[in-house]
């Protein structure tokens, strides 16, 4: 112990960030549930609020935040087409030898 | 020699003609696909996506709906829950995680999933696996397991997949033709 | 903030998660009622100590993970191991005491304040402050 508790325990307890994966997670969601949320009052302080209390419990700057979010967007577009890319060539798989089983049969009567 | 699950034009036939409707409670909410953590270091190009409903919705918004390409992509992922890919390429034989694909299988043990497809070829050594969820009335998803030589990949897709629709990225996205009597 | 709460008062990374999820899907619809940024901060970190208190109260504790225990990363000042002793130290401590420790050395609350968020004395936070270091103390030394 140093003698000074009270500045261990603040060593001790500094604040910890979530990994980036579940921030990612946890700010597409709150996006999408912002977009979804319709209140006809006031609304125009939702975003605001919301920015501000995703900047101040993450540490972030509102930049960060939109830069974060702009990330993950170009991210996840390029994931899609690269997802869907590759179910179209594994369901290509699939009919080939499906198709080809299909022509065996045919061909043995 | 191929062995193929004889019901596959079926269901096959009938998930492209359903335009697979929104998941129902009852219907499991996620299937855990391994990371195939094993198989990362050894692989030569691999591809770990999980894409949850949020993040299609994000993806969705970068679609530019004038070029063809994307506005097609963009209906085809309109009403899906999720999208997990794992795929890996090697520069030689790799062990197959048969440990994972059970534990994944394990969970396809419910009335609510079908094998459509199941072929084993073994002059090409690959096996394909297709999995049709849902009842017999609606599909809710969609899984493939494919094993060869020097590649394997796992697909599983969630919520309101249309086949049909899927069918029609073909020369867009290389989606082939599916076997399906419009 | 909220995780961070989170993960010191309930010591567990998934319960953490999960609860700062909860937190910011619950201010949501909240949104229209707050002012300004600082009534937003206030907003959740109250919320978020709350939970906490009362899943650590409804629940039996969850198992701590090595890593919520262990250092932040390699450039954590001070002694790492007293640090880590710390954690686990408060971990120990009763749900309200261990907020109160938390919300003073982690985010920097002085008593007052800690009052008005946890709807408590004033006295009583200052009484758990100082039984809460005494048995730190002791445990130390």
């Known amino acids: 112990m140093s003698g000074d508790l009270e500045g261990d325990l ?33 609304t125009w302080l939702r975003p605001a609020a919301v920015a501000a209390g995703i900047v101040l419990a993450f540490g972030l700057s509102w930049g960060t935040y939109q830069h974060q979010l702009q990330e993950r967007a170009f991210r996840a577009h390029a994931e899609l087409l690269k997802a869907l890319a590759i179910t179209s060539r594994s369901l290509d798989q699939a009919y080939q030898v499906v198709h080809s089983s299909e022509v065996d049969r045919a061909d043995g009567g | 020699m191929r062995h193929v699950f004889s019901c596959w034009r079926g269901w096959i036939a009938g998930a492209a003609y359903l335009v697979l409707l929104h998941p129902g409670a009852s219907f499991a909410a996620e299937l855990r696909i ?64 048969t440990a994972e694909i059970a534990a994944l299988r394990a969970q396809l043990n419910s009335p609510l999933w079908h094998q459509a497809i199941k072929t084993h070829s073994e002059s090409d050594h690959s ?14 998803g969609l899984l493939i397991i494919v094993t060869e030589p020097r590649e394997f990949t796992v697909v599983c897709i969630l919520g309101a997949i249309d086949l049909a629709k899927l069918q029609d990225l073909e020369g867009h996205l290389g989606v082939p033709k599916l076997p399906v009597d419009k | ?66 890593d919520v225990l262990a250092l932040v990363g390699d450039t954590e000042p001070g002694d790492p191991l007293l640090a880590n002793r710390l954690r686990a130290l408060i971990g120990e401590l009763p749900p309200h005491p261990r907020a ?28 758990h402050l100082r039984r809460a270091l005494e048995i730190l103390r002791g445990q130390l030394t």
């Open chain 2, 34 to 97: 391994p990371d195939f953590d094993s198989l990362k270091d050894k692989a030569s190009d691999s591809a770990i996506i999980s894409l949850d409903e949020n993040l299609l919705g994000m993806a969705g918004r970068y679609l530019d709906s004038s070029k063809p390409a994307d506005a097609k992509a963009k209906s085809v992922i309109q009403g899906l829950k999720s999208i997990q890919v794992r795929s890996f390429k090697f520069d030689k034989a790799y062990p197959v995680p």
């Open chain 3, 100 to 127: 109160v420790v938390v919300l003073r050395y982690q985010e920097d609350m002085d008593p007052t304040e800690i009052s008005e968020l946890l709807d408590m004395p004033l006295n009583t936070v200052k009484s």
């Open chain 3, 1 to 66: 903030m909220v995780y961070s709460l989170g993960l010191r008062i309930l010591r567990n990374r998934a319960a953490a998660e999960d609860l700062t999820q909860d937190v910011f899907m619950q201010l949501l619809p909240q949104i229209s009622t707050l002012a300004s940024a600082s009534h937003a901060r206030h907003w959740l970190c109250r919320v978020a100590t709350h939970r906490a208190i009362d899943q650590l109260r409804r629940r039996p504790p969850l198992p701590t993970g090595d």
């Open chain 2, 127 to 140: 096996d394909v696996d297709l999995f049709i969820g849902g009842d017999s009335n609606q599909a809710r």
């Open chain 1, 10 to 42: 603040r060593r001790a307890l500094r604040p910890v960030e979530p990994s980036a994966e579940f921030t990612d997670r946890l700010l597409a969601r709150v996006a999408a549930a912002g977009r979804a949320t319709t209140r006809p009052r006031r």
